[in-house]
């Protein structure tokens, strides 16, 4: 299932094609950069009710990257809250009429992708490249190539198993309302909040997570 081209760039006689997809991605991004002037103004000793809210969301990342990963990954934190964020919006604009955008492949590779950079160039960072080839190696050497293929199929893995939620989900909600027709303003509300809300929080939480085991997991074996 192709988004829908929304208009196209010519570039040194190439066509690009902006999708649906990549317009409400920018959209987002627009959203959230003026969300973050507007909650990380006028901070103050004595928090007022949104700087409380703000301060809970980065001491849960902060709790999260910590149990996870340990305290020598505080750095991570950044990275993981605006992937959490990012993502978290774009599951949910399902709730205001438009499709996810994570329900195209296109976008979940291009998340998958950065994970699978990250994580390699963390490992490599952490441990040294001698300490990353020695990866490969683990627990004995004739292990390599089950170990490339494991890397190879990294972010494959990641990108189907966002992919594949977001894009179900988003299709029975449509057959509901191609069914109900008239109806459809009433019946679907709970399933907004299972295949939006639910599902769509839960994707996002899974995503981060692994970010952070593969990360973790990726220098630790290094370090064997």
Not at 80 to 91: D, E, H, Q, R, V
Not at 93 to 108: A, E, F, H, R
Not at 192 to 206: E, K, P, S
Request: charged residues 10%.
């Amino acid at each position: 299932m192709s988004p829908d081209t929304v208009f196209t760039l010519h570039v040194a006689n190439h066509s690009i094609a902006i999708t649906s997809s990549i317009v409400v991605q920018w959209v987002i991004m627009a959203i959230i950069i003026i969300l973050a002037l507007i909650l990380t103004t006028n901070i103050k000793t004595i928090p007022s009710k949104r700087q409380s809210v703000l301060e809970v969301f980065v001491e849960t990342i902060n709790g999260l990257v910590k149990s996870n990963m340990g305290d020598d990954f505080k750095s991570f934190v950044p990275f993981i809250g605006t992937m959490a964020i990012f993502l978290c919006f774009l599951n949910l604009t399902g709730l205001v009429g438009v499709d996810p955008s994570t329900k195209d492949i296109n976008v979940t590779a291009g998340f998958a992708l950065m994970s699978f950079v990250v994580i390699q160039a963390t490992s490599i960072k952490r441990i040294g490249v001698g300490g990353y080839l020695k990866s490969y190696l683990q627990p004995f050497a004739p292990m390599i190539v089950m170990n490339i293929i494991e890397k190879v199929t990294l972010p494959l893995s990641l990108c189907l198993r966002l992919f594949c939620n977001m894009l179900v989900g988003s299709m029975i909600i449509g057959l509901v309302y191609g069914a109900l027709k008239h109806f459809a303003f009433v019946i679907p509300i709970p399933l907004h909040g299972f295949f939006d809300i639910f599902d769509g929080l839960i994707q996002m939480y899974v995503f981060i997570m692994l970010t952070m085991v593969y990360t973790k997991i990726a220098v630790s074996e290094g370090e064997e």
